[in-house]
């Protein structure tokens, strides 16, 4: 018998098996439920661990160290930092100010949460890094959260400028920034100059979804008038008693607008898919560690399923079983995984990026990673 | 037997010998020797079908048993194959958790809404105006200011301050009413002390006696500052909810609703302390609530009638048979009306309404004489430039 028995023999894997982590995802929803959800930073945790436990990278598999005491205390730092204040701004302004006064500081209180929620972002990655451990190994995360904040803010003023065409650009940005102070012990993950610009490939997806979401918008609209509201219409017009009719049509119409919606936001994921698949797999090809480099074989059509059953996972529950739209995503990657050479691990030392004492804070706050988070 | 082990400096593991005895288990490994002992370890691997050993506080270092190794490993320290090894939490952290939730909902649940009336009572008025503004902001909304009212108007402020008078309502200088078209039938009072009448709530009343019954509710929720009482309990409820949500937004959406005129809603106590302290007011100013009574009836069977689709005064207002029964158990039949007839027809004209239209089904009210009621104090006198804009700060 070998050590290795339970080790996946390809360099990236995942292993988690649907049930079992269904079944995790529903005895936290009853503790989150029993406990108003207070539980939610332990069943953070255990999902977390459940994932990364089930990561198999080279034969070993990552840790997560994280603990739900560590998400609760970085909770309770951010009620006078940010709860507070929120408080204040909401519920007590509109009553003891000036209702011009109070506006405007509701109003500026939503655009400093623009680079605030992307700073939320960092200090997540950076506390999940700084409790994943591989061999032993501590990842890491360094660099300024507000200096990726207010960069991600001008990007995304950009992003709205361009009525979204910039996005490929800030996307690939932010991936840069994020995987340039990301660390695996003391070896920094680089992000490759290919002699290509970073968006090579991504405008052609890009174009396609914004081109055919405008389509889709309008084809929907257009097969609710011909199928819904046309007849409706036209049995009103033909005498019939116009209230009578709505009574007889209104679960009808409820059904088909529900439907409507439901397909609209799938052929969204499915137009969008192409571009998500294209740039998953450019910024993994362009990320290194001490020489090794990565492949994502991410597929528009494998993509568009799992994220489907994410959502459908999402809204049938809830938002309660949301962790397992995570654990698709997550098996989904690391099993299209690859590693083109390797690092030289005994090379690797132990990180020396200082680890957060306390948990992701405002991540919570902002709900930013639907009860799992995805490194 | 055979292992590997990592030191936590290098990202590589090395093959070991470990034996296992009854309060360690010793690990050599190239040369060296590593004593590691059972209470303080704990399991890295979260049943992912390894066993990998780490010590307690992470040193960062690694052991990698065989799967089989459980064997030996288990009678020797029971305590790693619990689930506690793995990081899970103890059921003792759970019971907290749940004492703790349900405490904080006692506290902001229970607590603030029975310690809403005496909060309410001290906030400045500074607070309740800036609420008013809110509302009033809406009632002009959906509603629109009646230019031919202001003679209505006077009629039912002359009315109203006779009753308050008469059961020595404390605010009754502050008192204002207006009226205004509305799609529906409706009376509510606004924190600053007005109380807004729908010209549908005009047209649907058969008698004066239930309209000012109506308004007697009305005036009720100011003297005992409902108004107020009811935004301190959102609140309440909103800071809780952001709290223990993690500021998800349900808690804000909450609270805004509370100072929304949808939020403007009373707790089922609130509404019977109204009804009875204004069936008070009607005792005190010899008015009949007998007019109130039918009204409730009235409300009652057109409930029952149009299902769920009733107007917004009864949504606001859920008529019952109780209600009805209490009016009507402390009516006293042969009063004069609370209004003339010339007055009442002025109040039926209000926003161009035709006073000679009949409401549905009049007969089982009693007529209105032409002989006016006792006045016993005049009203307060209020610039007609107040209610023009309909915001009254």
Known sequence: ?375 | MRARYADGRAAVYAEADVAFTPECVVIDVAGQRHIWTYAYLARADDSNGRILLKRIPDTGERLDLYASAAADLRPLAPALFRARAQGVERPRTIGALVAAAWSLAAVFLVGVPMAAAPIADVMPARYRNQIADISWAQVDGFTAYCDDSDEAARILNDAAFRIMSAADVPQREAIWITIVDAPFPNAFALPDHSIIVTDDLIAMAEHPDELIGVLAHEIAHIEHNHVMTNVVRQVGAGVFFDVVFGGAGAGQAIAIASVNLAGLRYSRGDEEDADSRGLEYLDAANIDSGGLARLFERFQAMSEEQGGDIPMLLSSHPASEARAAAARARSRPGLQPSLNAADWRVVRSACGANPDLSPADEEDAPPVPPDQPPVLAPPPAKPAEDLEGGNKG
């Open chain 1, 1 to 375: 018998m070998s050590l290795d028995a339970a080790a996946p023999a390809q360099p990236f894997a995942h292993q988690g098996k649907f049930f079992d982590v269904l079944g995790l995802a529903l005895k936290n929803a009853g503790l989150t439920i029993v406990t108003l959800t207070l539980y939610r930073f332990w069943a953070r945790t255990s999902m977390r661990r459940r994932l990364w436990s089930r990561m198999w990278v080279m034969g070993d598999p990552l840790e997560y160290t994280g603990t739900g005491g560590e998400l609760l205390r970085g909770f309770l730092i951010s009620l006078p930092t940010f709860f507070i204040p929120a408080i204040f701004v909401f519920y007590v302004a509109p009553f003891a100010m000036d209702p011009v006064v109070a506006a405007w500081l509701s109003i500026g209180f939503y655009i400093f949460a623009v680079p605030l929620i992307a700073a939320a972002r960092y200090w997540m990655r950076r506390y999940q890094l700084s409790r994943t451990r591989w061999r032993g190994i501590r990842m890491g995360l360094s660099g300024s959260a507000w200096s990726f904040a207010f960069a991600s803010a001008g990007w995304t003023v950009l992003q709205t400028l361009s009525l979204g065409w910039y996005t490929p650009v800030a996307r690939m940005n932010r991936a840069k920034l994020l995987w340039e102070n990301a660390r695996f012990g003391d070896q920094p993950f680089q992000f490759v100059e290919d002699g290509e610009p970073m968006h090579r490939g991504l405008w052609g997806p890009f174009a396609l979804g914004w081109f055919s979401v405008l389509i889709a918008y309008f084809a929907t609209i257009t097969l609710m008038a011909v199928f819904v509201f046309i007849p409706l219409f036209g049995a009103a017009a033909r005498g019939a008693d116009g209230d009578a009719v709505g009574q007889v049509m209104a679960p009808y119409l409820i059904a088909a607008g529900v439907i409507g919606i439901a397909v609209f936001f799938a052929l969204l994921l499915l137009l969008w898919a192409p571009y998500n698949a294209a740039a998953m797999n450019r910024i993994a090809s362009l990320i290194t560690l001490d020489g090794a480099r990565f492949q994502l074989r991410a597929k528009t059509f494998s993509l568009f399923l799992v994220s489907l059953a994410g959502w459908a996972i999402i809204i049938f529950s809830l938002g309660l079983l949301a962790p397992m739209a995570g654990f698709l995503q997550v098996r989904y990657i690391l099993n299209r995984l690859e590693m083109i050479g390797t690092p030289r691990f005994a090379e690797i030392g132990q990180s020396i990026v200082q680890e957060p004492r306390a948990g992701e804070s405002l991540g919570d706050a902002f709900d930013l990673d639907m009860g799992v988070g995805v490194v």
